[in-house]
Every structure is written in structure tokens, then in C-alpha cells.
């Protein structure tokens, strides 16, 4: 690969990622509060008190830090935008891990 196409395609997945950061953070706070599919159709279908007292997502180490898209232990106004934003770096380290894993050098 040359220097031209990896410099190319680090401005890429730099901008993308800056793209992905800024929807995150910016646009979170105005994401609906109402119900996601999944909880909707438990509540329309009557079958939303059948759900684990206690879930195994609860046992999970993250749950300590997050719970419904919100940062525990931070300010409401900033709860959801850096929720985002870790959740958009995470999701890009596992990505870029796996890609760096699977993905042998030519």
C-alpha cells in the first residue's frame, strides 16, 4: 500500500470517526424518551411484568456505570452525550481490534 492511499485512509476513518462522535454527542440528547421496539411491543402485548427481576445485563460490569443510554453518577444534561460518546469509541476499538486481528497485511 502506498503512503498516498494510507494517508487517504487514515483521513477517512479519522473523519468518519469524527462524524460518528459529533452524532453521538450532539444529536443524544434529543433521542426519544419514548419506549424502544422491543419494550413496546412487551407493553402492548401485556407481557412486560414477565421480565427477570433480576436480568442477567445486571450481573454485567458495565451495568455498573450505565443504565438506560445514561452515565451514572454525572449530570443529566450530560449523562446521555457521554454515554454516547463511550459507546462510539467502544464500538470503534472493537472494530478497529477485529480488523486489525482478522485482517492480515498483504
Known amino acids: 500500500m ?3 492511499s494510507q ?4 483521513a477517512f476513518v479519522i473523519s468518519g470517526l469524527g462524524i460518528a462522535l459529533l452524532v453521538a454527542v450532539l444529536l443524544s440528547p434529543f433521542a426519544s ?3 424502544d421496539g422491543l419494550d ?17 445485563a445486571h450481573k454485567l460490569p458495565f451495568y455498573q456505570m450505565f443504565e ?3 452515565l451514572r453518577g454525572v449530570p443529566e444534561q450530560i449523562s446521555t452525550p457521554a454515554a454516547g460518546l463511550i459507546g462510539t469509541l467502544v464500538t ?3 472494530a478497529w ?10
Open 2 to 4: 502506498t503512503q498516498v
Open 7 to 10: 494517508t487517504r485512509n487514515r
Open 33 to 35: 424518551s419514548d419506549p
Open 40 to 56: 413496546r411491543v412487551a407493553q402492548d402485548q401485556g407481557f412486560e411484568q414477565k421480565a427477570a427481576e433480576e436480568p442477567i
Open 68 to 70: 438506560e443510554y445514561q
Open 92 to 94: 470503534f476499538g472493537l
Open 97 to 106: 481490534g477485529a480488523g486489525k486481528v482478522l485482517i492480515r497485511d498483504r
